[in-house]
C-alpha cells in the first residue's frame, strides 16, 4: 500500500489567523436552564434552528460560536459584508463545513479560503488560512491506495484540521484513573480508534521530566498523552474530511509525539523582542510559547510515513490540548502558533452589524525580522472596537521601483486589493549644509525619502482605482497618507536634506491630491513630531 503525497512544488506559505471564543462563563449552571445567545439573530435562519435545537445550554454556545466563527473568519478573508457570507457543507455522511465563494467575488479574486473549526468543553477554535486557488471540498482524496506508485491530491488543494480536547471534563473525562489497571480499562475502551502500537504507547509514557514520580502523577501524565494522540487522530480525520468511522482508523498511528505541558511563566522569559511584551496579556500566557510548539510529529498509515502532511500540538491552560493537521501548506519552525481571543461585543459584533473598519496590514522593510516584529504587535493588538488586526511581513527596499511593483502585485495575490497605502519612509540622510554636504549621499537621500513614495503611488493608484465605489459601502477608491514631519514645514534640524526631502514630501501630497481627487483617491500628509520609535531609542 502507498500513502498520499503532496509535491513540494504545490505546498504554499501559509498565512493562518487562529480563532478561539470561551464561553464557559456564559454557560448556566443548569442543564435545561435558560441562555442568551449573542448575536444569534444575524445568522441565516436555518443556522439559527440548528443551534436551538441542542438541549444543553454550553452545547447551543458552543454551535453559535462554531458559526460565528466561520463567519467572522469569512468576512475578514474574503472582505464580505456578512450578510453575504454562506456556509456550505460537503455531502453526506462527511458533512464538511466549507467556504464556495460567489461567482461576483470570483471575477474579481484569485484564490479561496479553507478552514476548520472544533470545540469542547465550552472553548470553540478556528484555524483557516487563504489558498492559491478555489478548494474543491467535494473531493474527498483517500488517505490510501492499493496502486504500486503514490498518489497526489489535486494540485493547489489545501486542508486543514483542528481538534481541542480537554483532560478534566465533568461527565466525558474519567474522574478516577489513579492506577494503571484503570488506566488500561480506559485506554482498552477506545480499541476500534487506537492500534495495539498507539495504546502501548500511551501506558508505557514516562512520567513527566521533573514533575512528581508518583503513581498518580505518572497516571495523569498518561491520561494527557492519550489525549494528545486523541486530538492529533481527530485533527487529521476533520483534514481529510472523513468520520470517526473510517476504515482505517486504528491503521494511523503517530510517532515523535511530545505531549506539551501547561505553560509556565518562565516558558515566556525567553520569547520577549524589545516590542511584543508590552502588548502581551494575561490571556497569551496560557498558550504554549510559538518556540515550544511541538511540531516534529510523524503521521505513519499501515507503517509507511503520511507524506506532506504537518501535524502540530498546543497547550491552553491545564486541561486542554488543540492538535492541528495541515496539508498542502508550509508552517515554518519557530512561526507564530498564537491564537486570538475573540469577544462578542468587541470582535464580532462589529464584524456582524455592518460597522467593522480594520484592515489587514502588509508590513514592509529592508530587513523582513523588523516588518515581522510589527506584524506580532498588529497580531498581538487588542484595542479598540474591532479587537486586533492581521498583517503580513514582506521584505523590499521602497527605492528599488522593482520592489515596489512587487509588493503591491504581493499585496494584491494575498488580499485582492488595495485600500490605503501609508507611505511611512524617510532617513535622516547626509549631516551638512548646502557648503559642506555630500552630494552622492544627497542624491541618495532624496531618493529614499521622496523618490520611494512616488513609487509606491505609482504601482498602488491604478490598483485602487479597480475598487469600486458605492453609496452604501465606500464614498472613495483609496486613500494614501504621506508621512513627512513637522521638519518639513519648520526646518531647524542641523541637516539641509532632512527638512528640505519632508518639505518636498509635503508639496508632492498637494499636487497629488489635486491629481487623484477626481478619481475617488485620497491623498493627505502627516507631519509628526518626535516619537518614540526603535530607530530613536537605538541612536
Known sequence: MQVLKVPKSWRVPLFRPAYYVDVRDLTPPGRKDHVDLPLWSTLPHELQESIQKYVRPVDR??????????????????????????????ARPHGRPYWSPPDSWCLSHDGGLEFNVTHQNGLIGLVGCTTPTVQDPQNVEPIITTTSQPTTIQPRQVRLGVDVACMRETGRSPADVTTQAKLDEWIDI???????????????????AGATTSVAATMQARLRRFYAFWALKEAYIKMVGEG???????????????????????????????????????????????????????????????????????????????????????EKAGGDTSWRKLDFDHDIRPCAEGRSDDCTVVCVDRDLNLAQNTVTMISQQATGPTGSGSAIAVQADVSVETDCKRVVNTTLDQFGRVDILCNNVGVGGPPGTAVDVDMAQWARGMETNVASMVMMAK?????????????????????????????????????????????????????????????????????????????????
Open 61 to 90: 454556545l458552543m454551535s453559535l460560536s462554531s458559526a460565528l466563527l466561520k463567519y467572522y473568519f469569512i468576512h475578514k478573508q474574503a472582505r464580505l459584508p456578512w450578510s453575504q457570507v454562506r456556509i456550505s457543507r460537503t
Open 190 to 208: 477506545f480499541g476500534e480508534m487506537f492500534s495495539d502500537n498507539c495504546r502501548n504507547d500511551i501506558r508505557r509514557a514516562p512520567a513527566v
Open 244 to 330: 470517526l468511522l473510517a476504515d482505517w482508523l486504528t491503521k494511523l498511528e503517530f510517532e515523535n509525539v511530545q505531549v506539551p505541558q501547561p505553560a509556565k511563566a518562565e516558558d515566556w522569559a525567553d520569547t520577549d523582542d524589545g516590542f511584543s511584551w508590552a502588548l502581551r496579556t494575561g490571556e497569551d500566557v496560557k498558550w504554549t510559547p510559538g518556540k515550544q510548539a511541538v511540531r516534529d510529529i510523524r503521521a505513519v498509515l499501515d507503517g509507511k510515513q503520511a507524506e506532506g502532511v504537518q501535524l502540530g500540538l498546543v497547550a491552553y491552560e491545564d486541561d486542554f490540548l488543540f492538535a492541528t493537521a495541515m496539508r498542502g501548506v508550509v
Open 459 to 539: 504601482y498602488t493608484i491604478p490598483a485602487m482605482l479597480c475598487n469600486e465605489i458605492s453609496s452604501t459601502t465606500a464614498t472613495y477608491r483609496g486613500c494614501i497618507v504621506n508621512i513627512s514631519s513637522v521638519a518639513g514645514i519648520r526646518g531647524g534640524t542641523p541637516s539641509l536634506l532632512y527638512p528640505t526631502s519632508k518639505g518636498a514630501v509635503v508639496n508632492m501630497t498637494r499636487a497629488m491630491a489635486a491629481h487623484h481627487a477626481k478619481d475617488g483617491i485620497r491623498v493627505n500628509c502627516v507631519c509628526p513630531g518626535m516619537v518614540y520609535t526603535p530607530m530613536m531609542y537605538g541612536g
